[in-house]
Structures are given as structure tokens and as C-alpha cells.
């Protein structure tokens, strides 16, 4: 079922699909829910997912104003409130995703009975960060999407991938090349510059948390998620091919499919 659902910051689209306890999925930034179709089937037949596509991405519009990570957490309980899910889900979340979804288990652990977050950098941007994504977002402002939709692939997905997988890399590029230019630059301002240290929350989520990373992802290494799981009560880690943050959905998805539903069943023996 395709809806579009009342928030915070405007209407969202949400798909639901499956059956059973109900799960959260939501993106990265710059892509939209189609970056889950490789896993979506699989985890169909274990949850009923909510399939968010976030604000000003894939049929989403932009939110008219500035908006923050707190406005996206509004927007999930917006979402789950709607569809009258009162239960605590299963969040999903990749990078973005994962970053609304350590959150919502901060904030609000009622609502969350166990994370998974998938190519989720929990640090601010460095400076050399920070300067890349001013580069590619002027860019983008200047020659739209067909000026920057291969480097934004290569960073999400690694470089190579679009050669090993063309299909896998149209998935991201689509995504992108589907989005309102106005929406993404607003997304750039709003969420990916001034993007925070998650960190100090780590310690204070007592929900079952695991963090998926690429083997090859240089802007969230293993060995920093590694730090970032020993910050947590409840945490897992889960090391599964790939070299960017998006590249764990399209070029392992049955080793996600299976860590995911693993985690789900006994989050203890993850």
C-alpha cells in the first residue's frame, strides 16, 4: 500500500508491505526507498515494513522551511502515529536512516524495540568532508543532477561499483536524478553539513543496536564502528561487503537479509 501521510514537515510517502511486527525502514540521504529492493522481499515475509521515503526525497516533497534531525525523529512518529502502530518497531535505517533511528531509541525507546543501522557514520563531517559535499552541492546547483550523479555513486556506493554492478549503481543514480533540485540542496543545508556527533547518545540507548559497515567504506570504517558499538549497552556489529554506505543494500543483500533477521530473532546471539 502507497500513501501519502500528514507530518510535521509536510506530507510523506509511505509503502507498507508483508506482514507480522512492524519495521521501520528508512533511507539514506540523496537516494529514497527504492535502494531497499534487493532486501525488501525477504524482510517482507518476517515484519511488516513501513518504507519511508524522507523529506524532499523520492515522492516526498521538500519541507517549505529549514529543518533538522529532530524534525525527521517528528516525522516518524508522525508516520508510525498515522498508521496506528503503537507497538515498538524494528528500525532499519541506513545512514540517514540510521542516524533518525539512534535517535528515535534515545528519545524514545518506547517506540523502538531493536535498531539496526546500516553504513551509519555516528561523527560530525570533518573538514575535508564538509568541503567535498560544499563542492559537489555547488556542483550540483550549477549542472544539476547529471553533473555530480557518478561521484555521488561512487561515494555511496564505492569506487568500481558501477562497473561490477551497472544495475546496482542506476538504482542510486535514478534515485538522485528523481529528486527536485531545490529539495536536495535544502536536504544538504539542513541535514549533511550541519550533520552532529552522535556519539554522546551511544551510551544512553538500551535498545538492541546493531551497526552494519562495508569491509571497504573509507568514510566509516570497521574499526570506527567497532568504537562505536563498544559505546553501547546492547550492541552488535556486523561486517558484510562493500564500499560506501548504500553499497550494503545492493551488493550483499543476502548477507544483510540474513544478519537482519538473525538480529531480529535473538538480538543477544548477533
Not at 551510551?203 to 538492541?208: C, L, M, N, V
Request: net charge neutral.
Amino acid at each position: 500500500m502507497d500513501a501519502m501521510v500528514p507530518t510535521r514537515l509536510g506530507p510523506v510517502h509511505v509503502e507498507t508491505t508483508g506482514t507480522g511486527p512492524p519495521a521501520l525502514l528508512w533511507h539514506s540521504l540523496f537516494v529514497d526507498g527504492t535502494t531497499w529492493q534487493r532486501v525488501r522481499e525477504p524482510l517482507a515475509a518476517e515484519r511488516r515494513l513501513v518504507i519511508v521515503d524522507g523529506p524532499a526525497h523520492g515522492a516526498t516533497p521538500a519541507p517549505t522551511g529549514p529543518y533538522r534531525l529532530d524534525d525527521c525523529v517528528g516525522v516518524a512518529l508522525d508516520v508510525l502515529d498515522h498508521l496506528a502502530i503503537a507497538e515498538p518497531v524494528d528500525w532499519v535505517g541506513n545512514a540517514w536512516g540510521g542516524h533518525v533511528g539512534l535517535m528515535v531509541a534515545a528519545s524514545h525507546p518506547d517506540r523502538c524495540r531493536s535498531l539496526v543501522a546500516i553504513g551509519t557514520p555516528i561523527h560530525a563531517l570533518t573538514p575535508a568532508e564538509r568541503r567535498k559535499v560544499r563542492l559537489l552541492s555547488v556542483l550540483y546547483a550549477l549542472g544539476g543532477a547529471g553533473a555530480v550523479a557518478k561521484p555521488l555513486a561512487a561515494a555511496l556506493l564505492g569506487a568500481g561499483y558501477h562497473d561490477e554492478d551497472p544495475a546496482g549503481a542506476r538504482v542510486v543514480t535514478d534515485a538522485f536524478r528523481r529528486a527536485g533540485r531545490r529539495g536536495m540542496l535544502a536536504a544538504v543545508r539542513s541535514l549533511s553539513l550541519p550533520r552532529q556527533d552522535l556519539a554522546p547518545s551511544l551510551a544512553g540507548i538500551d535498545r538492541p543496536t546493531m551497526f552494519v559497515v562495508g569491509d571497504d567504506d573509507a568514510m566509516w570504517t570497521v574499526a570506527a564502528a567497532r568504537t562505536a558499538v563498544a559505546r553501547l549497552p546492547h550492541g552488535a556489529l556486523t561486517v558484510v561487503p562493500g564500499g560506501g554506505h548504500v553499497a550494503p543494500l545492493l551488493r550483499s543483500p543476502q548477507r544483510l537479509v540474513d544478519a537482519v533477521t538473525a538480529f531480529w530473532h535473538d538480538p543477544a546471539l548477533t
